[in-house]
């Protein structure tokens, strides 16, 4: 069973930094498998925000969290990892993780390899 436990989300004031954590189980070959931090709002899409692929570390960010957010992977522990910083109020959702069939770093497209999100982890933004 396919699980993906974000955490780390909370309430910060603009300009505030985050780091959340993405824990992966259930599948095998986590290291083979590019992945992916999506956020939602209430009535939107779930988007796309930050990607790395595999062993070679490849990013891939959507241009409002560019030079702002970081992605990174530790293959070892099965973590996945998004460190945000100069937040914005609409940085706030709730943030989800997942891993990545397919994904183009250039236009932030991308398949989700499972059809399992988890909870995910709020993160608001506000004065």
Same mark, same amino acid.
């Given at each position: 069973?396919?699980?993906?436990?974000? !955490?780390? +989300?909370?309430?910060?004031?603009?300009? @505030?930094?985050? *780091?959340?954590?993405? $824990? #992966?189980?259930?599948?095998?070959?986590?290291?083979?498998? !590019?992945? +992916?931090?999506?956020?939602?709002?209430? @009535?939107?899409? *779930?988007?796309?925000? $930050? #990607?790395?692929?595999?062993?070679?570390?490849?990013?891939?960010?959507?241009?409002?969290?560019?030079?702002?957010?970081?992605?990174? *992977?530790?293959?070892?522990?099965?973590?996945?990892?998004?460190?945000?910083?100069?937040?914005?109020?609409?940085?706030?959702?709730?943030?989800?993780?997942?891993?990545?069939?397919?994904?183009?770093?250039?236009?932030?497209?991308?398949?989700?390899?499972?059809?399992?999100?988890?909870?995910?982890?709020?993160?608001?933004?506000?004065?």
């Amino acid at each position: 069973q396919v699980q993906l436990v974000a !955490s780390g +989300g909370g309430s910060v004031h603009p300009g @505030g930094s985050l *780091r959340l954590s993405c $824990a #992966a189980s259930g599948f095998t070959y986590f290291s083979r498998y !590019s992945m +992916g931090w999506y956020r939602q709002v209430p @009535g939107k899409e *779930r988007e796309l925000v $930050a #990607a790395i692929l595999t062993s070679d570390g490849v990013t891939g960010y959507e241009d409002s969290v560019k030079g702002r957010f970081s992605i990174s *992977r530790d293959n070892t522990k099965k973590i996945v990892y998004l460190q945000m910083s100069s937040l914005r109020p609409e940085d706030t959702a709730v943030y989800y993780c997942n891993a990545l069939s397919w994904i183009n770093v250039e236009t932030m497209q991308a398949r989700i390899a499972f059809d399992s999100w988890g909870q995910g982890t709020q993160v608001t933004v506000a004065s």
